[in-house]
């Protein structure tokens, strides 16, 4: 079945930085692959997503890159803020399952 | 904006007693999905259900577990005989189409104690 890593596993950066989180997947059939944030206690949202017949895809300060010859997909917050601080899973679904597969998580914290 | 709605929203559980955890996706979506999340952990896939049956489930989801859609609208989770290590949040979601992004309840918080 598919597999997803992800890292780091905690980002701490300077309001006004950017952000990079990454993750890799196995399965090289992976069609799918969206971003999710996470608040405290609460549900993950869909914030992104990306699929394999596009490199690149940005709305407004968030950007999804996927490399599929590499099978890795990278979520880029620009110019970050206090609220972007959250949890964010990245997923893929692969062949031979048609449900999401979370990372592991990066716990981003924006400092003022 | 549709949500998905679960109830309870929190649950403590005896161990060894039966829960029924309740979701109600989405009204025009047909694929539904139940994730748990034990506390600080990732987010792992449990179930899915499309055209009222499963359509793959994890390792997971053993005897212990079963899913219903018993009258159109609800969509349950039943743990039969709940262990310590079930306690976790637990997450419902829905889409329209398998291709397209998951829509998540608020979840239910078990603790088995």
């Known amino acids: 079945g598919e597999n997803v890593e992800q890292h780091p596993s905690t980002l701490s950066v300077q309001e006004g930085d950017s952000a990079v989180i990454k993750c890799t997947y196995s399965?090289?059939?992976?069609?799918?692959f969206p971003w999710y944030k996470q608040e405290l206690g609460k549900r993950p949202q869909l914030i992104i997503d990306i699929r394999s017949n596009v490199g690149e895809k940005k709305d407004q300060r968030i950007a999804v890159t996927l490399n599929k010859t590499a099978k890795h997909f990278s979520l880029h917050i620009t110019e970050t803020q206090p609220e972007d601080s959250a949890v964010y899973f990245c997923?893929?679904?692969?062949?031979?399952?048609?449900?999401?597969?979370f990372g592991s998580g990066t716990r981003l914290q924006v400092q003022p | 904006e549709p949500e998905v709605t679960q109830t309870p929203s929190h649950q403590v559980t005896q161990m060894g007693q039966e829960v029924i955890l309740r979701c109600v996706p989405i009204?025009?979506?047909?694929?539904f999905y139940w994730y748990r999340q034990i506390l600080g952990q990732k987010v792992e896939f449990l179930v899915s259900?499309?055209?009222?049956?499963?359509?793959?489930k994890s390792e997971i989801f053993d005897d212990q577990f079963s899913v219903e859609r018993p009258d159109g609208s609800n969509f349950t989770l039943k743990i039969r005989s709940t262990k310590l290590e079930d306690s976790a949040m637990y997450f419902c979601a829905s889409n329209q189409a398998q291709s397209d992004g998951y829509t998540f309840g608020s979840g239910t918080r078990l603790t088995v104690v």
């Open positions: 259900f499309y055209n009222n049956e499963i359509s793959e």
């Open positions: 009204s025009n979506h047909l694929y």
């Open positions: 399965d090289s059939a992976s069609n799918y």
């Open positions: 997923a893929a679904v692969g062949t031979g399952r048609r449900a999401l597969t």
